[in-house]
Every structure is written in structure tokens, then in C-alpha cells.
């Protein structure tokens, strides 16, 4: 059983500044990519990251997406963070088979 755990995430005042990693586990094989989503209430979940490609353009600048393959892990690290920032943040992954994966979500909360 493929499990995606996460952490990182948290409260941060505006400007300041988190790091999420996430690693995948269990009977795995190749993965083709991991990558990060968000998620506010009422929102459909929007492409943050990838390692295929690097970050979305709205968060350019300010986001960086890295991975160690050897420990099958992903991390987002985020700067500059502003309160439209606020979101749930789930991991992703696409297995060897095009299997996708999910995380269970971190909140990460930008506020003053």
C-alpha cells in the first residue's frame, strides 16, 4: 500500500516563510512525478508545484519545488507567503503505472 506523508505546514504571518516535504512509501516502483496542489473551501484544487516543471506561475518567484529521489521525497519551499496563500496543500504522485497518489493534506494558514 502506497502511503504520502506530510508535514511542514502551519501558521505564518505575511512574508514569512515554510517548508513542506512530503515522502512516498511502500510498493512503490518508479515514479514518474510528485508535485504539490492547494485547496481553499469552494475552490477546485490548483496546480502549485511539480518536479516535472518547476512551479505555476502564480506562485513563481516565491516557491521552489525540489526532490531526492533516493528517499522518494518532494518538498515545497515557500517565501514571501501571502494570506491568499492560505490553503489545505496536498502531495501528489504518479506511480510507474500512472497510478496517481494523494497526501492526506497540511493546512498552511498566512495571517497577521
Known amino acids: 500500500q502506497v502511503q504520502l506523508v506530510e508535514s511542514g505546514g502551519g501558521l505564518v504571518q505575511p512574508g514569512g516563510s515554510l517548508r513542506l516535504s512530503c515522502t512516498a512509501s511502500g510498493s512503490i516502483g518508479r515514479i514518474n512525478l510528485m508535485g504539490w496542489y492547494r485547496q481553499t473551501p469552494g475552490k477546485a484544487r490548483e496546480l502549485v508545484a511539480r518536479t516535472s516543471t518547476g512551479v505555476s506561475d502564480s506562485v513563481k518567484g516565491r516557491f521552489t519545488v525540489s526532490r531526492d529521489t533516493a528517499k522518494n521525497t518532494v518538498y515545497l519551499q515557500m517565501n514571501s507567503l501571502k494570506p491568499e496563500d492560505t490553503a489545505v496543500y496536498y502531495c501528489?504522485?504518479?506511480?510507474?503505472?500512472?497510478?496517481?497518489?494523494w497526501g492526506q493534506g497540511t493546512q498552511v494558514t498566512v495571517s497577521s
Open positions: 501528489y504522485m504518479q506511480a510507474w503505472d500512472y497510478s496517481e497518489f
